[in-house]
């Protein structure tokens, strides 16, 4: 592998790495606080998860940078982190958090059955393990946007409002990082072009079978992972402010 090629790859590792941590650390925010018992540990379990997945991702950017995970997680900037604006917003209702985890879920269940398939082979091994809990994952934000969806009218009006905010922030998922195509180029991860109208075929009918209307808006809040809003910063005083009371800390 080529110098440029191994400094694609590892800037979309880190983008990968992130987005699963930031989502994961928004849904944790939610334990004790989940509408009923059985939920409250379902999304600690998801939001483990997720965790463990960043932590996957991190350590095939280490293999190439040297970088530790608990580096990068904790001892970061908000400007140093690649994740996309979805992923930082607040955790908003119950409504709002399974309307995010499901086009999060749908994109990445097709990334990694595109990324099982990766000429780069410690990415394909990587995808084809965390794939296996992404389908339960997604079975779940499933289950719960029908019944929102389909359920009162409060709870309809709620997911369509829910989506017709998160819907521009989830096209941010399919931007390409600068210089990524020649990663498309040698087979290394999926055209996000192609992938994204395989959601689109995907999120289209299932949202409209939920009773609920696709917006027409398709464009992202910012097309760079370098650009954030506020809520990310406060996001990352919570979860690094242990750490950064005593770097040399040993856990």
Known sequence: MNQTIQQLLTQKLLAMADDELILAHRNSEWIGHAPILEEDIALANISQDELGHANIWYELHQA??????????????????????????????????????????????????????????????????????????????????????????????????????????????????????????????????????????????FLTAANLTTPSNQTPPTTSRREHTNHLATLLTDMQKVARLNREAVW
């Open 64 to 205: 190439f940078t040297d970088d530790e995970p608990d580096e990068l997680v904790f001892f970061r900037e908000p400007s140093q982190f690649r994740n996309v604006q979805l992923v930082e917003l607040p955790r908003g209702d119950w409504v709002f958090t399974m309307l995010r985890q499901y086009l999060f879920d749908t994109y990445e269940l097709l990334l990694l059955d595109k990324l099982q398939h990766s000429h780069f082979q410690p990415l394909a091994e990587a995808a084809a393990k965390i794939r296996n809990e992404e389908i339960y994952h997604l079975r779940h934000t499933n289950s719960w946007i029908k019944r929102l969806g389909l359920g009162t009218d409060e709870s309809n009006r709620r997911t369509q409002a829910a989506l017709d905010e998160l819907w521009p922030y989830a096209q941010q998922l399919f931007v390409p990082l600068p210089g990524e195509s020649l990663l498309v180029d040698e087979k290394i991860v999926p055209d996000l072009a192609l992938l994204h109208e395989e959601w689109l075929e995907r999120v289209r009918p």
